[in-house]
């Protein structure tokens, strides 16, 4: 059983930053070989891929973060990061994680990120 587990959201103003964590666990998971992913539901949306990183670092973003989010991983801590500039409203949301493109493993409780004034 695979468990993943997000931290590092709050409250934050239009403009500012937050780093995103997400630990990964599960004996029979690899993270080293997995691609994995970070994504967000805002209320009364669908859950969408934000970010995502390949098990040999290439990553992919979409387009209403690019520029603003950095992804990256630490294979020797089964961890991933969310590197969030430059925020706006719109990217309130709650953030998992899961492998990518597809979130097909248990989906963890997420962390909450609003960006307001």
């Known amino acids: 059983q695979v468990q993943f587990v997000e931290s590092g959201g709050g409250l934050v103003q239009p403009g500012g930053s937050l780093r995103l964590s997400c630990a990964a666990s599960?004996?029979?998971?690899?993270?080293?070989?997995?691609?994995v992913g970070w994504y967000r539901q805002a209320p009364g949306k669908q859950r969408e891929l934000v970010a995502d990183?390949?098990?040999?670092?290439?990553?992919n973003y979409a387009d209403s973060v690019k520029g603003r989010f950095t992804i990256s991983r630490d294979n020797a801590k089964n961890t991933m990061y969310l590197q969030m500039n430059s925020l706006k409203s719109e990217d309130t949301a709650v953030y998992y994680c899961?492998?990518?493109?597809?979130?097909?493993?248990?989906w963890g409780q997420g962390t909450q990120v609003i960006v307001s004034s």
């Open positions: 899961n492998v990518a493109p597809v979130g097909r493993l248990s």
């Open positions: 599960g004996s029979e998971f690899l993270f080293s070989l997995s691609n």
């Open positions: 990183i390949t098990r040999r670092g290439s990553t």
